[in-house]
Nanobody, 126 residues
């Protein structure tokens, strides 16, 4: 069984930064594709960024390009999301996702992933 545990959320002022982490565990888990999604109050969950094993392929949602950076440490099966220049529209619960299919055109879809974390709250005040 694969478990994903997010951490690093919190309250930050607009213009500030946060770094989210997601620790993955599970026998034999590699995580061909790992990603971050987020869900704001009253909205559907949306794709933020995805990264392949050994970081060959990386994709971002247009709304976070240039501000967020996704990365991973394969030896630790840990995923990160560095978030800079945060604004109130970034307020959401952020979820870590992982799957064994390589990152491809479907990587922005929730169905691409097999495992999900419980989420961590990010709140950006104006």
């Amino acid at each position: 069984q694969v478990q994903l545990v997010e951490s690093g959320g919190g309250l930050v002022q607009a213009g500030g930064s946060l770094r989210l982490s997601c620790a993955a565990s599970g026998r034999g888990f590699i995580g061909a594709a790992m990603a971050w999604f987020r869900q704001a109050p009253g909205k559907e969950r949306e794709f933020v960024a995805a990264i392949s094993y050994v970081s060959i392929n990386i994709y971002y949602a247009d709304s976070v390009k240039g501000r967020f950076t996704i990365s991973r440490e394969d030896a630790k099966t840990t995923l990160y999301l560095q978030m800079n220049s945060l604004n109130p529209e970034d307020t959401a619960v952020y979820y870590c996702a992982a799957g064994e299919r390589p990152v491809g055109r479907g990587a922005s879809n929730e169905g691409w992933y097999d495992y999900w974390g419980q989420g961590t709250q990010v709140t950006v005040s104006s």
